[in-house]
């Protein structure tokens, strides 16, 4: 299966359209979060993605809430939107978490504590693909680590074949292993990933 994966395009329509462009070539496209910028642009930025027909897998971002996000994909028949819960696309195991993890400095961020993050977590399955807006604590999460203790401690436990993460946006385009588990800080650019 081929992924096209992307993070933070942050009100870019152009880029946006860059990625309907790309939709076509791939099996599967992931969008872990931040369509975004403090909570502004959100439908006018899905209503260009809106045109990929190709499954398309989204979490939100800590600029965007769940609830905002799945509202914005209303009538996009190729979207699934995920937060704590998955779907199996061709046999391949999907799940989703957005949001900041831990709770960023910022009043406006749709975030989670780390609690919360590992109680979301629980159902991720083995060996499927994992799509999280906030990294693993220590991997593709910048050089102030930034990233969630509850995410790693999730894909050190289940072991998925591929974490796809954004939200540090200077680790945009790094990829890591944890274990047996790829993962890969998408950024905004995207990138196609075969799992």
């Known amino acids: 299966m081929r992924l096209l994966a992307f993070s933070d395009v942050h009100r870019d329509l152009a880029q946006a359209a860059r ?3 790309r939709a076509g070539a791939v099996d599967v496209v992931v969008a872990a979060g931040d369509f975004a910028s403090v909570h ?12 990929i027909e190709t499954p398309t897998v989204l979490v939100a971002g800590n600029n965007e ?3 905002a996000l799945r509202a914005a994909c209303d009538g996009w028949r190729a979207a ?16 989703g978490l957005g949001g900041g993890v ?16 590992a109680g979301a977590l629980t159902g991720l399955p083995r060996g499927g693909v994992l799509v ?13 680590r930034l990233g ?3 995410v790693l401690e999730a894909v050190e436990q289940k072991q998925p074949r591929l974490v796809v993460c954004g939200h540090i946006h200077e680790a945009a385009g790094e990829q890591a ?19």
Do not use: C, M
């Open 102 to 117: 831990p709770v960023t400095p910022w009043d406006w961020s749709f975030d989670l504590t780390e609690d919360e993050a």
């Open 40 to 51: 502004r642009g959100l439908d006018e930025l899905i209503d260009v993605l809106a045109a």
């Open 80 to 95: 699934h939107v995920l937060h704590g819960g998955g779907i199996e696309i061709d046999g391949v195991a999907f799940f």
């Open 177 to 195: 292993t944890i274990g047996a588990s790829r993962v890969v800080n998408v950024g905004p650019s995207g990138v196609v990933v075969d799992v």
């Open 19 to 21: 990625l309907v462009d």
């Open 132 to 144: 999280v807006h906030s990294p693993p604590k220590g991997y593709v999460d910048g050089p102030r």
């Open 148 to 150: 969630s203790q509850a």
């Open 65 to 67: 809430t769940d609830a």
